[in-house]
């Protein structure tokens, strides 16, 4: 465990961060392994099929992320405040919210799987090995709910390193059964998402298994679990902060499900560009969005604590780091992407080369504001701003909205290129508002300044 609280912010920062990091690379890795395998063995249409659903996938898989860590927020709070009895009865309200969610979820997204790709204009030829490959996604997602659920709790309390240890055992699974199910066995595109839900099955049995031997203070005991169900307080506490960040990530990716839509219309070679393309965006903004994470837990932590003060020098520092790696990313964006597009797809077709790389050249030069969204955004959650960031993520779903009504029927696919710059300028606004004139937050830096 780590305590946030004490000692150097830049130092507890970087060594919360970097576990995340290498973390989100090796299933950055496994997704690129991935994407090559399908692509290699499987032939451009499967691997259209895939990227025909990939804003579907991280609209769901975002809201399951940023719940369960909007209920380790709560976690956090009570850990930084020394509160242990209420920090266990937060970790009980984790598995019982986490379970009853995913529950109506799995069945209303099953339910409607066809209708919602057909909706996404997913081209009827690439409809049954799209839907193939997703449905185990969805029916896998109660594993996907509870890794995460185990993940965040354990860096709630400060420690990023084993959640880590046991995403790379699992990734280094995922990518061998993949070769084995596809190269092997030539099992189709479905048995690559049974890979993913087998691996993270994997990881959520070494998880429990390693919190019961090794951090039994954070084991829920029964007691811990009818103290939850009676404290309509903390209940509301956590689902709707759980659910502000389940929202707020959902948000975002149901403007890009939408802008999905236009996309699939585009035709193939289109699809496989844009998939390469957010690949190695993902790729490139993870650096930031880790020290964005982080910061959710480091404000968390300190405000519990009362230590406001170190609340402004920790989003500072995160800010300065996040932006230096902005400058390394527009040089890789000039230089050696179109390389990188290949790696990725593993096909020589000049327009998915060209288009995924222009895509990458024009976004990377204003990655410098997204970092301000995603460390403002998370601070804010951090600090129990429910409402700033799901303001900022509501202008982009509707900005996503007028770009395919808008932009794309002028502009074709370039609309798309330059829809998410233009969105980003417009809602860091509130986020930077919220931070220097909130009520809240001007009251937070006057106790900060009478405590100082």
Request: proline share 3%.
């Amino acid at each position: 465990m780590k305590d946030m609280t004490k000692g150097n912010p830049t130092r507890l920062i970087l060594q919360f961060a970097i576990p995340l990091l290498i973390g989100q690379l090796f299933q950055q890795v496994y997704s690129l392994t991935d994407t090559r395998i399908v692509g290699s063995f499987l032939g451009e249409n499967a691997l259209a099929a895939v990227g025909a659903t990939n804003s579907l996938n991280s609209l769901v898989i975002g809201f399951l992320m940023g719940m369960t860590n909007g209920f380790a927020i709560v976690t956090a709070r009570f850990f930084g405040s020394g509160d242990k009895k209420s920090m266990k009865k937060a970790i009980a309200g984790t598995v019982v919210l986490s379970a009853g969610t995913i529950v109506v979820l799995t069945l209303l997204s099953v339910g409607f799987l066809k209708p919602l790709l057909r909706v996404l204009n997913t081209p009827e030829n690439l409809l049954p090995l799209a839907c193939s490959y997703f449905r185990v996604i969805l029916l896998g997602m109660i594993v996907t709910v509870f890794y995460n659920a185990c993940a965040a709790t354990l860096r709630a309390v400060g420690d990023s390193i084993t959640p880590l240890i046991f995403l790379l055992v699992a990734t280094i699974g995922n990518v061998g059964l993949d070769l084995l199910l596809i190269c092997v066995f030539h099992m189709g595109v479905a048995s690559a998402a049974c890979a993913t839900v087998f691996s993270q099955f994997i990881s959520v049995i070494m998880c429990l298994v390693f919190i019961k031997v090794k951090y039994p203070e954070l084991v829920p005991s029964r007691e811990d679990f009818s103290r939850f169900l009676h404290d309509s307080h903390t209940f509301k506490w956590m689902y709707s902060t759980g659910l502000s960040m389940g929202f707020m990530l959902s948000l975002v990716n149901l403007g890009s499900v939408i802008l999905q839509s236009a996309i699939n219309s585009f035709g193939a070679n289109i699809i496989v560009a844009h998939t390469a393309a957010r690949k190695l965006t993902e790729l490139f903004m993870m650096p930031y969005s880790v020290l964005a994470t982080t910061m959710a837990t480091y404000c968390s932590q300190n405000l519990g604590a009362g230590k406001l003060k170190r609340i402004t020098q920790g989003i500072w520092r995160a800010l300065i780091l996040s932006w230096i790696w902005c400058l390394l990313v527009v040089l890789m964006a000039y230089t050696i992407v179109p390389s990188l597009v290949y790696m990725v797809t593993g096909t020589h077709v000049p327009e998915i080369i060209e288009t995924a790389s222009l895509y990458l050249r024009i976004n990377t030069v204003l990655y410098f504001v997204t970092v301000v969204i995603s460390v403002l955004r998370n601070s804010l959650q951090g600090m129990g701003d429910m409402v700033t960031p799901l303001v900022s993520s509501a202008i982009e779903l509707v900005g996503k909205v007028a770009v395919v009504f808008l932009l794309v029927p002028r502009l074709a696919y370039m609309g798309v290129i330059l829809s998410e710059p233009i969105i980003w300028c417009i809602m860091v606004i509130p986020l930077i508002v919220q931070i220097l004139f909130g009520k809240r937050f001007r009251d937070l830096r006057e106790e900060a300044r009478q405590t100082a």
